[in-house]
Structures are given as structure tokens and as C-alpha cells.
């Protein structure tokens, strides 16, 4: 956490608004999005707070319409049960977001959206809750794109086990871990980047 909770987010603190959605499908423009959960760190990766998650009230036509591995996953996770019994609507739940993003980050266009393979939230984001993406900053952190470069250029690093449960909270959570383990093991701080220029 970070030093001061109470306390919103400045573009100095380099604010991270960390997404992860569930979705019916992978076809944003026909897919709905069914779990939100969003996280908010500072540019060192210290939360905020605790996070916010919502199953999201969604017609039983799109969950019928589903392939065989969300089917199954949804189901073994129990997502899609909870889903048959959301109260809340997809305005309803975008409102929340952008409230409590609001309450971190006050400034718009100041936190960057961050998330593993986040560039298909974001799509699903646009069409679906494009206040919240309207919000944020338009460049995004890919924790994906930091591990596949990562496995390329550093030989010794060994893969990381990480397990997705595909559910949002925890999905993200693992995101969260995932670029901490990355920052520890590649990148240099910012004193040993100046010794280096000196």
C-alpha cells in the first residue's frame, strides 16, 4: 500500500490503472464484458487500496452464445452462475469505475491502463464503458509484451509459473506480480543508471 492512501494519485506518482475483464467471447463489437476488476497503483506498484471487482448483469442470450472453452471455464469458475444472478448493468458498473478511478486519480488523461494482454480490455472498454477510456491516459502498460521481450532477451530468467483462474480480481492481482518480478529481475534502479552515465 501506498505511504498515504488517503491521499489521490498526481501525475508525478506515475499512476497505474490496472484492468482485467471477463468476457463472453473474444469478439468486442458482439462479446459482452460479464467481470470488471480494477486495481491502482503508483509507478512503483503500490496499491492504493484493496481494488474493486462487479459481475455484471447481462442478457442470457450472450452466455448461451458462448464457445465451448468459455463455457466451460466460466462455469467451472463460477462466474457464469453469479452472472445469472448480477443485479447490475453495464452503465451501472461504468459509472462505479469511473468513480472510483476519479477518487485516486483526479486529473483525466494522467493514469496509463495497465494489464496483461490489456489491449483487448481496452477494446472491449471502448465500446462498452468509453467514459472510463476517455479517462485514462491514451498509452497502456503490457505486462505481456515485458514478459515476451523478457523471455527473449535474458537468457538465465527462468519463466514464471503463474496461475489464471479467470476470474477479474485475481487475474489482475497476478498481472501486479508479475511486472514486480520483472522490475526486481531486469530493470536497474534509478541509482545504478546514474552510476552508469556518470
Not at 2 to 10: F, I, M, Q
Not at 45 to 66: A, N, S
Not at 146 to 169: C, F, G, M, S
Not at 178 to 184: G, I, M, P, V
Request: charged fraction near 30%; aromatic fraction near 8%.
Amino acid at each position: 500500500m501506498t505511504d498515504n492512501p488517503a491521499v489521490a494519485l498526481t501525475g508525478k506518482d506515475g499512476p497505474l490503472v490496472w484492468v482485467d475483464c471477463e468476457m463472453t467471447g473474444l469478439d468486442h463489437k458482439n462479446d459482452k464484458i460479464i467481470e470488471i476488476a480494477v486495481l491502482i497503483t503508483n509507478g512503483n506498484l503500490e496499491l492504493v487500496d484493496e481494488g474493486i471487482r462487479y459481475v455484471i448483469k447481462t442478457e442470457k442470450k450472450y452466455l448461451d452464445g458462448m464457445d465451448k472453452w468459455c463455457v466451460k471455464t466460466h462455469g467451472e469458475s463460477g462466474l457464469t452462475e453469479e452472472v445469472l444472478g448480477a443485479q447490475e448493468s453495464i452503465q451501472e458498473v461504468e459509472a462505479k469505475v469511473l468513480a472510483y478511478v476519479k477518487r485516486w486519480v483526479a486529473s483525466p488523461r494522467t493514469a496509463i491502463l495497465a494489464g496483461s494482454s490489456v489491449h483487448v480490455d481496452r477494446q472491449f472498454l471502448c465500446e462498452q464503458m468509453p467514459s472510463l477510456v476517455e479517462y485514462l491516459h491514451y498509452r497502456i502498460c503490457d505486462c505481456s509484451t515485458i514478459k515476451e521481450l523478457a523471455y527473449r532477451w535474458y537468457d538465465p530468467l527462468q519463466p514464471r509459473e503463474r496461475t489464471v483462474n479467470h476470474r477479474a480480481l485475481d487475474d489482475i492481482k497476478g498481472s501486479i506480480q508479475e511486472l514486480s518480478y520483472f522490475r526486481k529481475h531486469i530493470f536497474r534502479t534509478r541509482e545504478e543508471v546514474a552510476s552508469r552515465q556518470s
